[in-house]
C-alpha cells in the first residue's frame, strides 16, 4: 500500500463508515491517517472485514489534538451529535488549502463549518457506503453510493478526483440540499420508527403504515419547501421505500444505537426538521411526537440486534 499522490487523507472518527473509508483509501495507495477520541485508546485497533471477506487491520489512531496541520482531504463521517466537537478541534489546526468533507445522517453542520472555517473549501455529501460494527470488527455490508455537491468553493484547493476515487461511486451536484434533504426524510422515517418498534428496516414496508410514514415525510418536504428546497414528494416517498426494500434485513442506525445503549442521533434528524419547522411555521407534530418518543425509549428488556 504505497503512496500514489502527495495529498493526504484524514479521517475523522473510526466508526463503520471511517474504518471503511480508511481501508478503502489505503487499497487505492493514498497516504491516510485517522483519528480517534481518547476513549477509544483504551480499545483495540479496528479490523475490517471487507465485501471480499478479506480482513484489512487498521493501525490504532491519532488524536486530533496531537496533529499539528492538516492538510489535504479531511473527511468527518462522526455522528451527527459529535460533528460541531469535531469542528471546533479543527478549527486551529486546519491548513489553509485542506478541503473538508461533511459525512454524516442529519443536518445542521453546513451552517457551522461555513462559520468556522470561512476560506476552506467545504464539501457535503451522503453515502449508502454500508457496513456495522461490532466489539472491534468493522463488517462491510454494501459499497454503495455518493451524491456530494460543493458548499463552500474558496478556489484554493479542490481535491474532487481524489474524492473520487475515496468515495464509492460520487455523482456531484451544482446544488446538494436536494439530495440532503431526501436522505433526511429517509432517516426521519426508517431510524425512529425501526427503533420504537423494535424491528429491521424491511418490516416499515407494511401496508399499515404507510399513511403515518406519507405523514413524516410530508412536514420534511414542508421543512425543505421552507429552506427554500422543493423536493418532489413523489420521488421522496418512492426513494424511502426503496431504501426500505434495499435495507430490509438491515437495523437502523438508530435501533442499533438503542440496542447497545448508546446515544442516538434523533436531535439532528427528526429534531432538526422540528427546529426548523417550529422556526419557518410549518406543521411537524408527527416528527416532534417520533423526537419525543425516541428521547423517552428505554432499552427494552427484549431489545437485541444479535
Ligand atoms: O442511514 C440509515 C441508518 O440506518 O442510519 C438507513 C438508510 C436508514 C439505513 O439503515
Partial sequence: MSANTTTDIHIIGQGSIG??????????GFHVKHYIKSSALQHPPVNVRWLDEQTYGLSQGTLLSEQETLSGIVIIPVKA??????LAELSPRL????????????MGSIEL?????PQHVIIAATTT????????????????ETQAGIVSDHKTSLHKTIIDQVLPSV???????????????????????TALLNVPNGDLSSTHLHDDIH????EVIGVAQAKDVHLN??????????????????????????AHGRKTEIEHINGYIVNVGHEFGVDVSRNQALLENILALKKPVNFSID
Fill in 19 to 28: 474504518a471503511l473509508l480508511s481501508v478503502n483509501a489505503l487499497l487505492q
Fill in 81 to 86: 451529535y459529535q460533528v460541531a466537537q469535531v
Fill in 95 to 106: 491548513a489553509c488549502d485542506a478541503t473538508i468533507v461533511l459525512l454524516h445522517n442529519g
Fill in 113 to 117: 463549518a461555513q462559520t468556522l472555517f
Fill in 129 to 144: 457506503l454500508a457496513g456495522f460494527k461490532r466489539d472491534n470488527i468493522v463488517t462491510h455490508t454494501a459499497w454503495g
Fill in 171 to 193: 455523482t456531484w451536484h451544482a446544488d446538494i440540499l436536494p439530495s440532503l434533504f431526501t436522505k433526511l426524510a429517509v432517516n426521519c422515517v426508517i431510524n425512529p420508527l
Fill in 215 to 218: 405523514v413524516i415525510i410530508n
Fill in 233 to 258: 414528494v413523489t420521488e421522496v416517498i418512492d426513494t424511502v421505500f426503496n431504501v426500505i426494500d434495499a435495507t430490509r434485513n438491515n437495523f437502523s442506525s438508530m435501533h442499533q444505537d438503542i
